[in-house]
Nanobody, 124 residues
């Protein structure tokens, strides 16, 4: 069982940066691949970024590639999402998710545990 708590969201101007954190409970954090997803009002939850168990492999959606960076610290049981060059269309609730496998996936249906989400609002 894994519990996930996101933090770091807020209001930022376009072009600014934010770093989201996701703290996990449980003793086997390093066994899980992790992902970030987001959901804007009236839209489906969409994939943002994923990282494998060791941090050696990452994957990004085309919409954030080159602007966002996912990383993890297994000793701290935390995964991060560094978001740079933010745009108004990045506005959404951002969710952290854990997958009971070591490999990356971009489908929300393959993730087993979810956090409550943190709001990111980018003003123009």
């Amino acid at each position: 069982q894994v519990q996930l708590v996101e933090s770091g969201g807020g209001l930022v101007q376009a072009g600014g940066s934010l770093r989201l954190s996701c703290a996990a409970s449980g003793r086997t954090f390093s066994s899980y691949a992790m992902g970030w997803f987001r959901q804007a009002p009236g839209k489906e939850r969409e994939f943002v970024a994923a990282i494998n168990w060791s941090g050696g492999s990452t994957y990004y959606s085309d919409s954030v590639k080159g602007r966002f960076t996912i990383s993890r610290d297994n000793a701290k049981k935390t995964v991060y999402l560094q978001m740079n060059s933010l745009k108004p269309e990045d506005t959404a609730v951002y969710y952290c998710a854990a997958r009971s496998a070591r490999s990356i996936a971009d489908s929300k249906y393959t993730y087993d545990y979810w956090g409550q989400g943190t709001q990111v609002t980018v003003s123009s």
